[in-house]
């Protein structure tokens, strides 16, 4: 398969940590559409892709905000995350090794555009997943959420099918009084640790929060 000339670099922004980035146009580049000469065995699936971008994104979380970012490795384009859009886009096709190599690069909004061929997904349903079952996600969950009375701020933004049954129970008691964790598991039956990872999933997707104090 021939190779596929690299785009001319543009004029360089800044990016998140200092420095400066050239913009490129990936959607007029043919190297970032193409698939990946990866043996089989050596693709991450996309779950593993998933839980590591979203691991990725929500440790970066202040300095995504509002912008275009490349999440990127050995200069391949592996997804385009948009927080302006609440929506990311990722590479059908990732090694195992360029993930643990990736970072964000900051780009101009003209950059927003994936590839042809990239699967766009909800920021929601990233968030959600890692939420449920990321390897580190139940340590993104403050302490206060596990001991004060909490509540549901909103239904989160999902996809059909991401959320379980027990998931609409949870949402339907928290939608009707405020209440803890602890008491939530007692009135459940729920194991703690599957709860504690619907607590976090909530979290995450900004539909849980700790109940206002009461004004006097």
């Known amino acids: 398969m021939s190779r596929s000339r690299r785009a001319s670099p543009a004029t360089p922004v800044a990016v998140p940590g200092g420095g400066e980035a050239p913009i490129v146009k990936w959607h007029d580049e043919q190297t970032q559409q193409a698939p990946l000469v990866v043996e089989a065995a050596q693709l991450a699936s996309s779950d593993e892709i998933e839980l590591a971008l979203a691991g990725q994104v929500w440790a970066g979380r202040d300095q995504l905000a509002g912008r275009v970012s490349h999440w990127m490795s050995n200069h391949i384009l592996l997804a385009v995350v948009d927080t302006s859009r609440w929506r990311v886009a990722i590479r059908p096709q990732v090694a195992r090794l360029h993930i ?9 909004p003209t950059a927003a555009t994936p590839p042809d061929g990239f699967r766009v997904m ?3 349903d990233l968030l959600w997943k890692y939420g449920l079952h990321g390897e580190r996600s139940p340590g993104e969950l403050p302490s206060a959420y596990l001991d004060a009375p909490v509540e549901l ?5 999902l996809s059909p ?3 379980a049954p027990r998931h609409l129970t949870l949402m339907r008691l928290l ?8 008491a939530l598991r007692v009135r459940l039956g729920a194991n703690a640790d599957d709860l504690l990872r619907d607590f976090v999933a909530l979290y995450l997707t900004r539909a849980l929060a700790l109940r206002k104090p009461e004004r006097g």
């Open 100 to 108: 643990g190599q990736a970072a964000f690069v900051g780009r101009p």
């Open 122 to 124: 909800p920021m929601d």
């Open 153 to 157: 701020l909103r239904m989160p933004q």
């Open 161 to 163: 099918g991401l959320l």
């Open 175 to 182: 939608g009707q009084e405020t209440v803890t964790f602890e």
